[in-house]
């Protein structure tokens, strides 16, 4: 049980383009969702934590309009990186915090590597 | 403030040998801890927590950790290594935040040797 999947798993793309990543509870209902980023052989740094229904809150110096956060169901994040440039090229891991029972676990995704030309 | 710290690095132990890979967090009550596990390319993987209650806890792979209030640690012990072991490990903190926001330490990357 709590399975966190996030796809795609790698992407590539151009600079100036968008990009989206999704972040999905498999098994539970997450009623609040994390982003974060993690540079080469660095700690996790969150971006912005996400609520069902709710805006998100995102951590100070991170850009809300470039890191735009959608958390449209309870089993459902996603993180779309806009108008991306090299300096976004990171590891983005997302995790997620179960409604009741593993109220206080974040389950974690296996990441979403973005490398941006 | 509220922080995690891991003060070691990189660790390389031998196959077979024990393990102890040190965590420190600084808050004013207790907080709830985790340890995770992170292969290379790969998310995060929960090896055991901390909320209250007996302070040895025991995880998964063969992992326990240990809650020592008086030194404000939560040290993570295993009595023999594998090698499928050798991976980052991230000490984690929720103070109690609305949220449930995590704090990490730098992480421990753990070699091993054959």
């Known amino acids: ?117 | 403030a509220q922080s995690v710290t891991q003060p070691d690095i990189h660790i390389t132990v031998s196959e077979g040998a024990s393990l102890e890979l040190r965590c420190n967090y600084s808050y004013g009550a207790t907080p709830y801890l985790f340890w995770y596990v992170q292969s290379p390319g790969q998310g995060l993987q929960l090896l055991l927590k901390y909320f209250s209650g007996d302070t040895l806890v025991q995880g998964i792979k063969g992992f326990e950790a240990e809650f020592k209030r008086s030194q404000s640690s939560f040290n993570l012990r295993k009595p023999s290594v594998h090698w499928s072991d050798a991976a980052e490990y991230f000490c984690g903190m929720n103070y109690g935040g609305s949220q449930g926001n995590l704090i990490f330490g730098k992480g421990t990357k753990l070699s091993v040797k054959p």
């Open chain 1, 1 to 117: 049980g709590a399975v966190v999947s996030q796809h795609p798993s790698r992407v590539i793309c151009k600079s100036g383009t968008s990009v989206k990543i999704e972040c999905r509870s498999l098994d539970f209902q997450a009623t609040t969702m994390f982003w974060y980023r993690q540079f080469p052989k660095q700690s996790l740094m969150l971006m912005a934590t996400s609520n069902e229904g709710s805006k998100a809150t995102y951590e100070q110096g991170v850009e809300k309009d470039k890191f735009l956060i959608n958390h449209a169901s309870l089993t459902l994040s996603t993180l779309t990186v806009t108008s991306a440039h090299p300096e976004d090229s990171s590891f983005y891991i997302c995790s997620a915090r179960a409604l009741a029972g593993r109220a206080d676990t974040q389950y974690f995704g296996p990441g979403t590597r973005l490398t941006v030309l």
